[in-house]
């Protein structure tokens, strides 16, 4: 067998011969599996596009990168340094190490293998029939017709090409990303990542191959006529296949650097000629190796059929399924369903051939790549892959094992003859090939995996919306039970771990956090009760940010008055908060008591009313005397803010039905959030997590949302990530239509127990509700499992895991669970 590759230049790739180029490009994978249809169908059109756009013979893999551990906790490590800021104890450093090895040691048991995808598009003209070759050859100047002809008397050396066509290739490879960038998100491929390919082919199965970064492809310069020509030195290519490959039969045994790598080379045989788009049965290149706990390598070669040459072999085709017809109409049996039904599918391929558009075809060969370390491991995956592929029968060829490897390698032709299928562009975007389940963050901790066969890692930063200066709120959805507090305790103690300050609100008193051995050392905690040494500490016009303290201030004392309060009572609080608000440099909440009772008869009458709230009761931490100096808090690292037993509507309550307690209960909630924001607003350049269970009550009503669009704000340039937890969907709409989509940035929505709510979550997550399908898999969510919608729109199911058995059995909400 010839060498596979020759010469590799920038993203040029030349095949066995230097006359035959390919331009290689990195396509841009993209979470296909939870869009809508509408959705999936533009993404078919883009890549449909792009096929017919590009008029030349392409090559597309699919090929499996390891995730590379090592270099993940690196990275891990490097982050925790940094966010020591130099206060870094023993303790705390034995926490993180431990936590990375916990981290190293999962992620060595979930599935690696993530898709990477390139297409490489051929620098030759596409084959034409003799009639359009004799029509081109019309059409040309006599000039071109005579270098044509010198060029092809001339002996070449097929070993050498010169600098000029060199160049030619190098533009045309433009002018092919030119087309490409018009339909998809491709770059072109770096040398590195060309010899990655070659390389990995040699170790299917094992792991990722030693990638030398600095080498490329060399070549001898000299003259020849005046012309500047190159020698590539094929040497240089063949580094990068050093391997022992043993043919034996129907499998390849590979002594590779890794070590021995076992592979086997499937071909796919006949497709179905109709299938459902959306749908696995078209979707060749993506739902299949989805559906496989192991990491496979597909690769398309197609050759690009010219519409005229194409209109031809359609003509045949009608000739050859009339001719079959007629010898069965003169049988004993008469036409057969199948003959008929050949005859329609002929003319209806003439029929689409003869549109407008003058469409395409492509001569296509779909081979798949199956690599173990134990060759008793392959037979298993390749039985696996058969299943996964259905009806569709995987060959698995005799003495074309090696062809069928070389065919996988960088800018290669179909090389296995018998195999391939006439398809449509249609039927070749339907497969699909750049569509994943990526999701999460590029950086960041482990945050869990995909709920696929693949189980891809997912991994999640907090500083990502303040990074990509996108919306930096977390928001959780899923009814009680469903892992949305085990969440958003996992989060805070991965921030500790950063040096991040974590200011946690405990409504319900059922956190663990602050509770961990590393954690407690490192904690105050402000418990918020009628103590009278805390009045005044959730003074609205205290801690309140400085364009909502009047607003604050005026829904607090407005909703201490009496549900039937005449409205002159509310014109009067309004009218002595806007006078303390003048005069005085410090206001507080006792001041506008205080010039309440020093007005005129209802003025006092209110002012009475409102004293009663000053003095007592959990309200009285609302009231601030400017004459007392109240205990500075908020120290240390963690700030643990718990109050339970707070009166509060049931979710899902409409604010007009609310009692007064009720109202109380919700503006303590949210004067306690405006501390938090107070609390973090010292230190600017510093992450921090403001974490607020039950978020149902900030939610609720307009100054709840507007202290959230606060902390939006704070997070973008102050590193500010709030983490808001509720129950109920419905809290995180407006009107029951219009949702806070402005305000988060990362949703996840847990299991939920209603297909009114699944809907909704459905539509916060900006999927069809109308899926029957999608609101059944809510429903049947385990504890644990949710759809995450990242700060880039990209929905997918995943497993959130906490890694440690130990951390989660301390951080455990379920009554009676001992803490480790």
């Known amino acids: 067998m010839r060498t596979p590759i020759t010469f590799v230049y920038g993203n040029c790739v030349f095949a066995e011969g230097l006359d035959d180029g390919w331009a290689a490009f990195s396509v841009e994978t993209s979470s296909y599996e939870w869009l809508t249809g509408d959705a999936k169908r533009g ?295 199948l003959g008929f039904e050949r005859t329609q599918q002929a003319r209806d391929l003439l029929a689409y051939l003869q549109a407008s558009s003058r469409p395409p075809l492509l001569r296509a060969t779909l081979a798949i790549a199956v690599g173990a370390a134990e060759e008793s491991e392959l037979e298993r995956r390749v039985e696996m892959c058969r299943r996964a592929y259905g009806e569709i029968r995987l060959h698995r060829p005799l003495g074309d094992q090696l062809q069928l490897f070389a065919q996988h390698l960088p800018g290669q032709r179909t090389r296995v003859v018998g195999y391939d299928d006439t398809l449509t562009p249609e039927q070749v975007a339907a497969m699909m090939p750049s569509a994943t389940r990526v999701t999460g963050s590029r950086r960041g901790f482990y945050l869990g995996h995909t709920l696929s066969a693949s189980r891809q890692p997912v991994r999640f930063n907090l500083r990502e919306g303040s990074d990509s200066d996108r919306n930096t709120t977390i928001l959780s959805v899923g009814a009680l039970g469903s892992g949305k507090t085990t969440l958003d305790q996992k989060l805070k103690y991965e921030g500790f771990l950063l040096g991040a300050r974590v200011i946690d609100c405990d409504p319900k008193g059922d956190h663990r956090f602050h509770l961990l051995e590393e954690v407690a050392p490192h904690t105050e905690c402000v418990t918020l009760r009628p103590d009278p040494a805390l009045r005044g500490v959730l003074d609205p016009l205290r801690v309140a940010p400085v364009h909502l303290r009047q607003d604050a201030a005026m829904s607090f004392l407005r909703d201490l008055l009496p549900l039937r309060a005449e409205p002159t009572w509310e014109t009067a609080v309004l009218g002595a908060l806007d006078r303390v608000m003048r005069r005085s440099p410090q206001p507080t909440c006792m001041e506008v008591v205080r010039a309440l009772c020093d007005g005129d008869a209802t003025e006092a009458q209110v002012g009475t009313t409102l004293a009663v709230y000053a003095r007592s009761g959990l309200t009285q931490l609302g009231f601030a005397d400017p004459k007392i100096s109240l205990p500075v808090v908020g120290q240390r690292q963690v700030t643990y803010l718990p109050i339970r037993d707070l009166p509060g509507p049931e979710p899902g309550t409409r604010r007009a039905e609310y009692t007064q307690a009720e109202r109380v209960g919700e503006q303590i909630v949210r004067l306690i959030a405006m501390f938090a924001t107070h609390l973090m607003a010292a230190e600017r350049e510093r992450l921090k997590l403001f974490s607020f269970d039950e978020g149902w009550r900030l939610l609720g009503d307009p100054v709840g949302r507007r202290l959230l669009a606060s902390l939006q704000r704070m997070g973008r340039s102050e590193l500010a990530v709030p983490i808001i937890s509720t129950q109920l969907v419905t809290d995180a709409l407006i009107g029951e239509r219009e949702s806070l989509e402005n305000l988060i940035g990362a949703t996840f929505v847990f299991g939920m127990r209603s297909e009114a709510e699944a809907a909704r979550a459905l539509t916060l997550l900006g999927l069809d509700a109308d899926d029957r399908r999608l609101r059944q898999f809510l429903l049947e969510l385990e504890a644990g499992r949710c759809l995450l919608r990242d700060h880039q729109g990209r929905v997918e199911a995943i497993q959130v895991d906490l890694v440690a058995p130990s951390l989660l059995k301390a951080l455990s909400t379920t009554p009676g669970s001992t803490r480790a």
Do not use: K
């Open 43 to 337: 993404r078919f059109l883009a890549l449909l596009g792009a096929l017919e756009a590009i008029e030349a013979d392409v090559q597309i893999l699919r090929v499996g990168r390891s995730w590379d551990v090592d270099q993940y906790a690196r990275e891990l490590d490097g982050e925790l340094a940094a966010g020591d800021r130099g206060a870094c104890t023993g303790d705390r450093v034995q926490a993180r190490n431990r936590y990375v090895r916990e981290h190293v040691r999962r992620l060595r048991d979930v599935g690696l293998a993530q898709p990477a995808v390139f297409l490489m598009v051929s620098l030759r003209e596409p084959e034409r029939d003799v009639a359009a070759y004799v029509s081109s050859i019309a059409e040309r100047h006599p000039r071109q017709l005579w270098r044509t002809f010198r060029r092809a008397l001339t002996m070449r050396d097929a070993r050498v090409l010169s600098v000029a066509q060199l160049e030619a290739a190098r533009v045309r490879a433009d002018q092919a990303h030119a087309r490409l960038a018009d339909f998809l998100r491709v770059r072109p491929a770096r040398g590195v990542e060309l010899q990655w390919l070659v390389r990995r082919a040699f170790c299917r199965g094992l792991g990722e191959p030693l990638v030398d970064g600095l080498h490329q492809p060399g070549a001898l310069v000299f003259e020849r006529n005046g012309e500047a020509m190159l020698a590539p030195l094929e040497g240089d290519v063949l580094r990068w296949t050093d391997s022992y490959v043993e043919h034996r039969g129907r499998l390849l045994r590979i002594e590779s650097e890794q070590g021995t790598s076992w592979q086997a080379q499937l071909v796919l045989g006949a497709l179905p000629e109709r299938s459902q788009f959306p749908g696995a049965g078209a979707e060749l290149m993506f739902a299949p190796p989805e559906s496989l706990p192991f990491g496979v390598d597909l690769s398309l070669n197609a050759r690009f059929l010219p519409n005229e040459l194409a209109l031809r072999i359609a003509r045949r085709r009608i000739q050859d399924a009339d001719q079959i017809v007629r010898a069965e109409a003169d049988g004993e049996q008469g036409v057969s369903d």
